[in-house]
């Protein structure tokens, strides 16, 4: 027959334990983008797509933007998709010819963001990805959205 005394010790041993255990799995470190596999990621991600006219995909290890450009795209109508994951968004500028016709942002938990872009003239397309919650990693593809 157990005492209260001796019932209380182990009552409050258990709740220490469970305490520590769980204070040790909350402190583990988040995915380290640094060692990420970016293509295996960006294949999981986003869709396969036929018509692509600009892609990229990587990892934003500070606020420094990344642009990326494709020549003489046609004007017309696009989609951009996009994806980051590891905290926080991703940013995403873009310009036709020189000219900003478009920003978009997308949520870093792994999800798709969907924007059309108009493209008013035939010239060089640019996209400008940056984060202020750098380290991250991201991946965007440009369709035509006749395709």
């Known amino acids: 027959m157990l005492n209260?005394?001796?019932t209380r010790r182990r009552a409050g041993l258990?709740?220490?334990t469970a305490a520590a255990l769980l204070g040790v799995c909350g402190c583990q470190a988040p995915v380290n983008i640094e060692n990420a596999d970016v293509p295996a990621w960006k294949e999981k991600v986003?869709?396969?797509a036929g018509g692509v006219v600009l892609e990229d995909s990587g990892?934003?290890?500070?606020r420094d933007p990344l642009v990326k450009e494709s020549p003489a795209i046609p004007a017309?109508?696009?989609t951009l998709t996009m994806a980051c994951d590891g905290g926080g968004?991703?940013?995403?500028a873009v310009s036709s010819g020189g000219n900003k016709i478009a920003d978009a942002a997308a949520a870093c938990n792994g999800?798709?963001?969907v924007v059309k872009v108009k493209v008013p003239v035939t010239g060089t397309l640019s996209i400008s990805t940056s984060s202020v919650d750098a380290p991250l990693i991201f991946a965007y593809q440009v369709v035509?959205?006749?395709a």
């Open 4 to 6: 209260s005394s001796s």
């Open 46 to 48: 986003l869709p396969g």
């Open 76 to 78: 017309g109508s696009y």
């Open 59 to 62: 990892k934003i290890l500070n």
């Open 89 to 92: 968004k991703a940013y995403f």
């Open 111 to 113: 999800s798709l963001d």
């Open 144 to 146: 035509s959205a006749a």
């Open 14 to 16: 258990v709740a220490i």
